[in-house]
Structures are given as structure tokens and as C-alpha cells.
């Protein structure tokens, strides 16, 4: 287990050069850079501040030189923590991730809890309950989820919170916590804000995951190792939880890796209808405006994070299934 | 006879599917013999599995038991009616986990992968026991000993696709016997394992049952088991038992069409090589489509040669053939003809085949 947990982390280093060598060269594939419409500008307004702002720009950054000596002196920027510099939001790019990632990360978490915590149940009931009332009506909450599109229940919930509990809508934070510092209350108005983007984000996994925790459970509960545990004379809630569920987890826990990644790019929509300070909106603006620094270094972590939790789903498996751990 | 086990009468396991209700066992009758062996015999799909299972009550929706008596003699004279239990209920599951044991075709499916062996044997000891952890731990070492697996306490941690398919079966057997069945059901034990292995449970099966004095009801369709470890035979056809006897009796004696076919349809080494196998004619019946009268009719030849009618319309009793011996067969007992007895009626039957 543990060379296996070693060699897997070994893997790791290559794959992201790889990626980071990939994304940097993808970002520099449209013609003209950020520091191009910038000069424009300086130009139109004549202004020769300005301009030489640009051109300092340009010599910091090795603008004039190939993308590969850019990619290098980025990369190697990233690995001493400097991630470059933002030209649209003139900032460094660590100081702009930095509160989003955290954030997109705990709401990447909340999503997960909250998705399995449905997901598990509703799926083992809808499977042990097969073509009875209660597998129809799971069956068609988890239909309705995944046709909604989630923009939609964003704007339904939003209105709701607005309507019926007079709650500030949009964002994660009341607007007198936004720029305050992390404090006990300003967690608590963070809870209370975070459910509607958990909710919204969650939905269309959970009921994907119900589907197939479902079918999963169908294929396993009528294996001979099921009658065998029936046989030993456990009851049935017991054996079905110890046996076929282990079993059927599996699919869930390699999913783990896909979760984040999946989270910041497939919810960007949700986040700006709802306004969240997350990570998605930011990627977008920053691919918009050739905001070179700002993209890759989001890509670069974005990668990092699946990679990661490709990583952590790995280890996970061989956990839950030994059969993994000695091929 | 107060040495029984096992008393099942007019069972009857239905499976009720949407394209309609599957017989699969309909009216087994049956004497299982304390510290006996009975094999059961059939081809596939002659109910003889379900049946166990009916035994044990495991059996699952859309199949149901729907009528009979298993009674079970826990000791003479302290007799159950096991289908006054509820399938799920606490009695059934001590029944089945303690008192009876069952063991599968296919080790390697029935052992779960993503467990220890020995975590499923404590798992069986310590539900019917108040055994510790450690106790629980170190009586599984023992038992896997004692099924002759070797370096039993590292095995003990192994998963099941770390053994060979005899030292699963082995294991499988050793969670089987880890709380002391009075009852052992084997469904089909030796069937997934190659040949020489195959003797090997066969004999462990027979040691451990000296040992421990259980019973053994054996599910098989290799007659080849059969001699090697039966006392008894029952043979099943189509949810029914259609003959049942001592060992002997039945391979030698065979009274049922049926027996007489299945045992025709045994290779021997001493045939002539490269002459036909001399197999039942026929396919057995779809399940939607059993025939009515004796569920044997459509593919017997002995009712052909004595041209009988009744067969087609009207089931056959079980009758008494021999002194433990008992065939469901028109043969054996002519309707409103009690002078002919059964021996008179097989005779005939014996020499033509004979003549064949």
C-alpha cells in the first residue's frame, strides 16, 4: 500500500509539467497579448506614462521573447510562490487567487458533503425499493434535478430567500461582512449564504449520483456474496450496508477527482447569476482580456486541484478495494 | 422414524414475474435423516437450488414460498414449522446463521472481494455468539486449520483473490462450520473446482461431518458426487420430487423414468468409444409452459412403449417402490388397479431398456 501511495505521487510530478506546459502554450495561442491593447490605449490617450509602464511591463515579463522562454519564466516564478502579475486587476495574482480559491474550495467541499449525504441514501433506498412508489418518486426528484438547468434554480432559490426569509441575495456574504475580516459571525453569515450555491451546484450531481449509485446497487444485491451474508443470518439493512454498498462506492470515490475541477469550471454559470466571489468568473474575465498571468496560473491550480483529486480518489480505491492494491 | 431432521412437506416456491408465475419448486416432499447424507439430483433449472434456499428462507422477490411445512427436529420430540418464521425475522436469521449453514457454487463470487475471510468468519461467530473480538479471531485460525488450510494465521487476513479456488472453498466452508450447523446445505461445492480438488472438499465434507455429526444435504448434478458421498437420493424434475431413496437403491435400482435417463446418460469408460450418448430426449419444458398431468410426460419413453394416457392429464402420487424407496410414477400405481405391485411394474420397464 505504501509503494503503491509512493509510486502514485512519483506520477504526479510529470503530469503536472505536462499540464502546465500544455495550458501556457493554449493561452498563447491567440494572437496579441494584454500589454498590446494596453499600449493601443496609451496611444489613443498619448500617453507616455503609460507607455513606458507598458514597455517596462513588456521587459519584466520577456513579452518580446518566445512563449517557451515566457512559459519558463513563469514556471519558475510559480515554484518560488510568485504567480505573475495581473494587468487587468494590477495586482499580483497571488493576492487575487488567494480569497477565491479559498473560498471556491469550501464551497467545492460543501457541494461534495452535500451530495453525497443525498446521493448515499436516496440511492440505496431507491435500489433495495426497486419499482416500488418510493424508487418512482426518487427517481423523479433525481430526473427533475438533472433536467433543471441550474441557472434557473438559482434564480427560484434567490427569490425565494429573497421573498420569504428577507435575506440579502447573491454572493456568499451579507453585505456588511464583505470586506470584514474572518471573524465567528462572519462564518455564520457565510452558512447562511452558502446554501443556495451548495443547493443549486449540488443538485444536478446528486441526482446523476442517485442514478447510479442505483443501478450500481442493482447489479451487486444479487450476487451470490449477498446471499451468502443473508445466509449467514444478518438482517438485511446490515448486509446491504456492509456488503453491496462497499462495493458499489466505488464509481463515487473515483468520481472525487472530477469533483473539484468539475465544481470551479461547470458551476462559472451559477456563480455569476448568483455573484460569487469563486473562482469561475474570475477565469472567465481573465481569458476574455488575454489576462495571461491571471489565466495560466488559474489553469495551472485548476490542474493541480484534479490532479490532486485524481490522486486522493487513487489512494482512496485501493483502500476500499484491495483488489486494486495488489495488481 | 425419530431420528429425522428435516420433515418438508408440499413445499412450494413460486416466482411471480411479470411475464407471469414460475413453479419453481411446487409440492417437494422430503425426509432428511439426521447425520445423513442426501443429494440432491436434477438438471439445471429443476428447482433443486431454490428449494435449499427455501430451507434457509433466502429466498428473495419476486420468488416466494406459498405453501407447506418445513418442520425442523432441533432435537426429537422439539419440532418447528420454520415457515412459521417470518423471512427476515430474528428466529429465522438464528436459524439460518447458527443452526443451519449453506455453501455456494462459486467461492470466489460468494466470498465478498472487498473482505477478509477471516473478517466474514468472525463476522458469522460473533452474530450468534457472544464471542469476543479475539476470541472470534483466534476459533476462525482454528477452523481454518482444521479445513486444512495451511499457515492458517496469516490466511486469515487474506482476501478472497489471494487463495487458489480449493483453499476458497475450503474457507468458504470454514465460515460455514465456524458456529457448529446441525444442518450443512452444500449448493453445487465441487462444481466450479477442477477434478482432483474436487475429491479433496468431497472428502473434507465427509471428515467434517464425522467430526462435527452434522447432516448434509448436497446439491449436485454430477452423479459422480453422488456416489461418492450420498446415503440418500432424492431426484428432482421440474419443482418436484420424482424419486427417493438410499443410494444404492436408486443407482441400481432406478424406478422413475427419469433416474433410469439420468443414469443412462452417464458416460462409461468401458462403452464402446464414439457411440451416441444415450441422453433424455427432449428439452425440459419452459418454465411458463409446464405440462399439465406428470411434468415428465413430454419426454418419456417408457409411457410412449406402454402407450399411457393418463399421464397427459392426471399427475402421479408418490408411492412406495422399495422398503425406503419412493418413485412418482403412473407405473408404480395403475389407477383402480391396487393388485399390481410396484416391483411388477418396473420389471418390464427394466428389460426393455435392456433390450435397447
Redesign the interface.
Known amino acids: 500500500m505504501t509503494s503503491y501511495i509512493i509510486r502514485r505521487v512519483l506520477y504526479f510530478i510529470p503530469t503536472l509539467l505536462a499540464i502546465s506546459l500544455v495550458t501556457f502554450f493554449i493561452i498563447q495561442l491567440p494572437p496579441g497579448d494584454f500589454i498590446t491593447s494596453f499600449e493601443a490605449r496609451a496611444l489613443a490617450n498619448g500617453d507616455q506614462a503609460d507607455l513606458e509602464r507598458a514597455a517596462q511591463l513588456r521587459e519584466r515579463y520577456g513579452l518580446d521573447q518566445p512563449w517557451y522562454v515566457q512559459y519558463w519564466r513563469w514556471f519558475t516564478g510559480v515554484l518560488t510562490g510568485d504567480f505573475g502579475y495581473s494587468f487587468q486587476w494590477k495586482q499580483p495574482v497571488s493576492a487575487l487567487l488567494g480569497q477565491r480559491m479559498l473560498l471556491t474550495f469550501l464551497l467545492a467541499l460543501a457541494t461534495t458533503v452535500f451530495v453525497w449525504a443525498v446521493a448515499i441514501p436516496m440511492g440505496i433506498f431507491a435500489a433495495m425499493r426497486k419499482n416500488t412508489l418510493g424508487d418512482y418518486a426518487v427517481s423523479f426528484v433525481g430526473f427533475v434535478g438533472l433536467a433543471t438547468p441550474d441557472f434557473l434554480l438559482a434564480l427560484v432559490l434567490m427569490w425565494i430567500s429573497f421573498f420569504y426569509f428577507d435575506m440579502s441575495v447573491g454572493g456568499l456574504f451579507s453585505p456588511e461582512f464583505e470586506n470584514a475580516p474572518w471573524s465567528l459571525a462572519r462564518v455564520w453569515d457565510l452558512l447562511g449564504h452558502l446554501w443556495i450555491p451548495v443547493v443549486v451546484i449540488g443538485t444536478n450531481g446528486t441526482a446523476g449520483l442517485i442514478r447510479i449509485l442505483r443501478a450500481n446497487l442493482l447489479d451487486e444485491l444479487?450476487?451470490?456474496?449477498v446471499?451468502?451474508?443473508?445466509?449467514?443470518?444478518?438482517?438485511?439493512w446490515r448486509l446491504t450496508a456492509?456488503?453491496p454498498v462497499?462495493?458499489a462506492l466505488n464509481p463515487f470515490v473515483s468520481g472525487i477527482g472530477d469533483t473539484l475541477p468539475g465544481l470551479i469550471s461547470g458551476a462559472t454559470i451559477t456563480s455569476i447569476v448568483l455573484s460569487l466571489p469563486t473562482a469561475g468568473p474570475l477565469l472567465l474575465q481573465a481569458l476574455l482580456s488575454q489576462d495571461m498571468y491571471l489565466a495560466g496560473s488559474y489553469i495551472f491550480l485548476l490542474s493541480i486541484l484534479s490532479v490532486l483529486g485524481v490522486l486522493i480518489s487513487d489512494i482512496l480505491l485501493a483502500w476500499?478495494?484491495?483488489?486494486i492494491r495488489?495488481q | 422414524m425419530n431420528d429425522l431432521l428435516l420433515e418438508i412437506e408440499d413445499l412450494k416456491t413460486h416466482f411471480f414475474l411479470d411475464d407471469g408465475v414460475v413453479k419453481a419448486v411446487d409440492g417437494v416432499s422430503l425426509q432428511v435423516r439426521r447425520g445423513r447424507t442426501l443429494a440432491i439430483v436434477g438438471e439445471s433449472g429443476c428447482g433443486k437450488s431454490i428449494m435449499a434456499?427455501s430451507i434457509?428462507q433466502?429466498v428473495?422477490p419476486p420468488g416466494k414460498i406459498v405453501g407447506g411445512r418445513i418442520c425442523y427436529h432441533r432435537a426429537p420430540g422439539d419440532v418447528v414449522n420454520l415457515l412459521d418464521y417470518q423471512r427476515?425475522s430474528r428466529e429465522m436469521?438464528?436459524?439460518?446463521?447458527?443452526e443451519a449453514?449453506?455453501i455456494?457454487?462459486?467461492p470466489m463470487?460468494?466470498?465478498?472481494?472487498?473482505?477478509t475471510i477471516g473478517s466474514?468468519i468472525v463476522?458469522?461467530l460473533r452474530?450468534?455468539s457472544g464471542a469476543s473480538r479475539r476470541e472470534a479471531r483466534a476459533l476462525a485460525v482454528e477452523m481454518l486449520h482444521r479445513v486444512g488450510i495451511p499457515h492458517p494465521a496469516q490466511r486469515v487476513d487474506a482476501?478472497p483473490?489471494?487463495l487458489s479456488g480449493g483453499m476458497r472453498q475450503r474457507a468458504?466452508i470454514a465460515?460455514a462450520l465456524i458456529c457448529r450447523p446441525a444442518l450443512l446445505i452444500a449448493d453445487e461445492p465441487t462444481t466450479a473446482l477442477d477434478v482432483t480438488t474436487q475429491a479433496q472438499i468431497l472428502e473434507l465434507i465427509r471428515q467434517l461431518q464425522a467430526e462435527l455429526g452434522m447432516t448434509v444435504v448436497i446439491i449436485t448434478h454430477d452423479l459422480g458426487v453422488v456416489a461418492e458421498i450420498a446415503d440418500e437420493v432424492a431426484v428432482m424434475y421440474l419443482g418436484q420430487i420424482v424419486e427417493h431413496g438410499p443410494v444404492d437403491a436408486i443407482f441400481h435400482h432406478p424406478q422413475h423414468p427419469y433416474t433410469r435417463g439420468l443414469l443412462r446418460s452417464i458416460p462409461r469408460i468401458e462403452d464402446v468409444t464414439r457411440a451416441r450418448l444415450d441422453a433424455i430426449p427432449g428439452a425440459v419444458p419452459h418454465p411458463y409452459a409446464r405440462p399439465g398431468g406428470c411434468p415428465f410426460h413430454t419426454r418419456c419413453r417408457e409411457r410412449i412403449i406402454h402407450q399411457l394416457e393418463l399421464c397427459t392429464h392426471t399427475a402421479p402420487p408418490l408411492t412406495r417402490v422399495g422398503p425406503l424407496q419412493q418413485a412418482r410414477c403412473w407405473l408404480h400405481e395403475p389407477p383402480g388397479d391396487g393388485q399390481r405391485g410396484a416391483g411388477h411394474a418396473a420389471e418390464p420397464a427394466l428389460a426393455i431398456i435392456g433390450g435397447q
Open positions: 444479487h450476487k451470490p456474496y446471499e451468502a451474508a443473508r445466509s449467514r443470518g444478518l438482517t438485511e456492509k456488503y462497499r462495493v476500499l478495494d484491495p483488489r495488489y | 434456499r434457509l433466502i428473495t427476515k436469521r438464528a436459524f439460518r446463521g447458527r449453514a449453506m455456494f457454487q462459486e463470487a460468494a466470498l465478498s472481494p472487498v473482505h466474514q463476522e458469522r452474530l450468534h482476501y483473490h489471494q468458504m465460515m
